[in-house]
């Protein structure tokens, strides 16, 4: 490109060029930041599974399971004497 238009159109390829490099910074930038979010939430949320994990099996342990039938429904283990056992 010579002639006499040649400079304002460098320059505005220049800026264009320019603008089109902070804006993908900017991007990239925002980008992170939201990336960083949701790498916190995720941390967060495999804490709280660990968690409920842990609490689920807790719940669920044979001891606390007769427990709990002895204490709210009131049952009890049979008699040796009125055990039955059925052969196939």
């Known amino acids: 490109?010579?002639?006499?238009?040649?400079?304002?159109?460098?320059?505005?390829?220049?800026?264009?060029?320019a603008?089109?490099?902070?804006?993908?910074?900017y991007e990239?930038?925002?980008?992170?930041?939201?990336?960083?979010?949701?790498?916190a939430e995720r941390d967060a949320l495999n804490v709280e599974w660990g968690r409920l994990e842990l609490e689920e099996g807790t719940l669920g342990t044979h001891s606390r399971v007769e427990r709990l039938a002895r204490i709210r429904l009131g049952m009890h283990s049979p008699?040796?004497?009125?055990?039955?056992?059925?052969?196939p």
């Open 1 to 17: 490109m010579k002639g006499p238009g040649a400079g304002p159109v460098l320059l505005v390829l220049v800026l264009a060029s």
């Open 28 to 39: 990239s930038r925002t980008l992170f930041g939201r990336l960083q979010h949701l790498r």
């Open 19 to 25: 603008m089109g490099v902070v804006y993908a910074k």
């Open 79 to 87: 008699a040796i004497g009125s055990v039955v056992f059925v052969r």
